[in-house]
């Protein structure tokens, strides 16, 4: 995936309301950007680091300034913008990069499932094969060495993965997809200090037969892409 045109880059000042971060620009103008991440973001804030933001022609945006990437103060970068994790996604499957996808027919995105009006990220379809249901989400809690998900109780997070599993008992395949967005994790596991009913979900739903997978990106000022799998411990 790549940025055009390249992101351009300030310094954090703060996050506030959610959705919305003050950051410095290199002529010392201050600025308000879109903070496109719901989650608690509790290692990704940090007053003077470094933050790249895209910028929209849109003329309805309110803020025209999305906030794509930050740099820690150890040199590691982290996607913060959470709706590039489904396009990331589906440019690795298209790319053949997630080997344990291989081999599908088609693909279509948000499309309705389950019994608890949801959305499935991804479906995958081929004839003769179980239709595929990938739920992503993307990973940027960093502990030590260790990725967590989520960084914050997600009620929405604990419904999908009991659709999950019901799409493995009606006899299809589904799989929960982690995009690590963090230059610094290695390993990834349910976040059970901050979700615990997530975490015996998760159990559970992989009890049941869902598919857990997890892969890190390499992400610049140019561009984001997927690149090599990595460890999940449920």
């Known amino acids: 995936m790549k940025f055009t045109p390249e992101l351009e880059s300030g310094v954090l000042i703060k996050r506030y309301k959610r959705f919305l971060?003050?950051?410095m620009l290199p002529n010392g103008q201050a600025i308000?950007?879109?903070c496109p991440n719901?989650?608690?973001m509790k290692n990704c804030l940090f007053p003077g680091e470094k933050v790249w933001f895209s910028t929209s022609d849109n003329?309805?945006?309110k803020y025209a300034h999305t906030w794509e990437i930050m740099q820690t103060d150890q040199q590691q970068l982290?996607?913060?913008n959470t709706?590039?994790?489904n396009a990331l996604a589906e440019e690795a499957i298209h790319k053949q990069v997630i080997t344990e996808l291989q081999g599908y027919d088609k693909l279509k995105r948000e499309v309705k499932y389950g019994n608890e009006n949801s959305r499935i990220d991804i479906l995958l379809t081929s004839q003769n094969r179980p239709e595929c249901y990938i739920e992503v989400k993307s990973c940027t809690l960093l502990e030590g060495q260790e990725g967590y998900f989520p960084d914050a109780v997600t009620t929405r997070g604990q419904k999908h993965l009991?659709?999950?599993s019901h799409m493995v008992a009606l006899g299809h395949r589904a799989i929960l997809l982690f995009v690590v967005q963090h230059s610094g994790i290695t390993s990834v596991r349910p976040a059970r200090h901050i979700d615990p009913q997530y975490a015996d979900l998760l159990q559970q739903a992989v009890s049941n037969g869902v598919e857990v997978l997890a892969y890190k990106t390499q992400c610049s000022s140019q561009g984001s892409l997927i690149t090599t799998p990595c460890k999940v411990m449920v």
């Open 21 to 23: 971060a003050d950051i």
């Open 32 to 34: 308000t950007i879109y």
């Open 38 to 40: 719901t989650g608690s």
């Open 59 to 61: 003329p309805k945006r």
């Open 78 to 80: 982290i996607g913060i």
């Open 83 to 85: 709706n590039r994790a």
């Open 162 to 164: 009991r659709e999950l």
